[in-house]
C-alpha cells in the first residue's frame, strides 16, 4: 500500500510539473509577444482583394489560446504501446526486444509517420519514419533527453526539431517539409502505474505574409493550431499585424472557421487558405 501511494504521489507530482512547465513555456511566449485569444474586432483600412504570397517560416510559431490547459490539448497525442514494430520496414537496431511505439499522423490524407523510441539503460533513442514510406531506412536516431524522472516514469525532449515530409492531396508527387518538436512520458507499465506512456507533437511550421491596407503592408501568419498538417482547419488561425508592431498580439488572431468576412473600407470580403497555404485569398470564391 505504501508503494502504491508513493507512485500515485509521483504521477501527481509528475502532473504538476508538467503544468507548470508548459505553464512556464506559454508565459515566455506571451511576452515575445503573442496571445491567448479567438477573436479580434479590429478593422482594416481599405485592402483590395486579391491573392497575397506566403512563405514557409520554421520556428517559434505565434499561439493563441486561452490558458496553457488549451495549449496541452491542442497538441497532438501519441499514444505509445510496447512492441509492434514488426509493422515497419528496414527496422532500426534496437536494443530493446520491445521498445515503445506509435505513429504521428499529418497532413489531408492522414499520412503516418512511425515513430519507435528504444531504451537502452539512461539514453533513450527516438527513431521516426521522417518521409511516411513505412520503413527506417536510412533513418538516425534522435536523443531523447531527461527533463523529469520519478520511479520509472521519465519527462523526455527531442531537443532539436525535427523534419517531416508530408504528402497533401493536391500535389502528391511533391511532399512538404513539416518540421515538429516532440516530448513526453516514458515509463513502464505495470498494475501500480495508471498512465500510459506517449508523445506530444507541436508543429512548428507556419507561414508568412503581407497584405497591403491603404497602400501599406501589414503582416499576417496562418498558424496550424491543431498540429495536424492541415492548415486549413475550422479551428485553425490567421493573424494580422493590426498595430505595425512586427508582433503577433492577442487581438490579432481570428479562427478560420469556414473562412471568414474581414470588415475594412473596401466592404466585407472573404479570406480564405488551402490546407498547406502558399497564398492568402482575399474576396472572390475560395477554393
Given at each position: 500500500m505504501f508503494l502504491a501511494r508513493l507512485i500515485n504521489e509521483e504521477v501527481i507530482l509528475l502532473k504538476r510539473q508538467l503544468y507548470w512547465k508548459w505553464a512556464l513555456i506559454l508565459s515566455l511566449v506571451l511576452n515575445m509577444g503573442v496571445a491567448f485569444t479567438t477573436y479580434s474586432k479590429e478593422k482594416?483600412?481599405?485592402?483590395?482583394?486579391?491573392?497575397?504570397a506566403l512563405k514557409v517560416v520554421?520556428?517559434?510559431?505565434?499561439?493563441?489560446?486561452k490558458n496553457s490547459k488549451a495549449y496541452w490539448k491542442s497538441l497532438q497525442h501519441v499514444e505509445l504501446k510496447l512492441g509492434g514494430q514488426e509493422a515497419?520496414?528496414?527496422l532500426p537496431d534496437l536494443k530493446q526486444k520491445k521498445p515503445y511505439v506509435g505513429k504521428i499522423i499529418l497532413g489531408d490524407q492522414k499520412q503516418e509517420f512511425g515513430v519507435i523510441v528504444d531504451v537502452n539503460g539512461f539514453e533513450k533513442r527516438l527513431y521516426i519514419d521522417q518521409n511516411g514510406d513505412g520503413s527506417f531506412?536510412?533513418?538516425?536516431?534522435h536523443p531523447l533527453l531527461n527533463q523529469w524522472q520519478g520511479l520509472q516514469i521519465y519527462w523526455v525532449e527531442e531537443p532539436e526539431p525535427i523534419k517531416l515530409m508530408v504528402n497533401y492531396q493536391f500535389d502528391q508527387s511533391n511532399p512538404r517539409c513539416i518540421?515538429?518538436?516532440?516530448?513526453?512520458i516514458i515509463n513502464k507499465p505495470g498494475p501500480l502505474y495508471n498512465e500510459k506512456p506517449y508523445l506530444k507533437v507541436e508543429v512548428r511550421t507556419w507561414f508568412l505574409g503581407k497584405i497591403r491596407?491603404?497602400?501599406?503592408?501589414?503582416l499576417v501568419a496562418v498558424v496550424d493550431?491543431?498540429?495536424?498538417?492541415?492548415y486549413n482547419d475550422k479551428v485553425d488561425q490567421l493573424f494580422i499585424d493590426f498595430n505595425d508592431n512586427g508582433y503577433f498580439e492577442e487581438r490579432e488572431v481570428i479562427r478560420r472557421k469556414k473562412g471568414f468576412i474581414i470588415k475594412s473600407r473596401h466592404g466585407r470580403q472573404r479570406v480564405d487558405w488551402t490546407v498547406y497555404p502558399d497564398k492568402l485569398i482575399i474576396g472572390g470564391k475560395p477554393r
Open positions: 482594416l483600412g481599405e485592402i483590395l482583394p486579391g491573392e497575397y520554421n520556428n517559434h510559431r505565434p499561439v493563441a489560446f515497419f520496414l528496414e531506412a536510412g533513418e538516425t536516431w518540421e515538429i518538436i516532440t516530448g513526453g491596407v491603404d497602400g501599406f503592408p501589414k493550431r491543431n498540429n495536424n498538417g492541415s
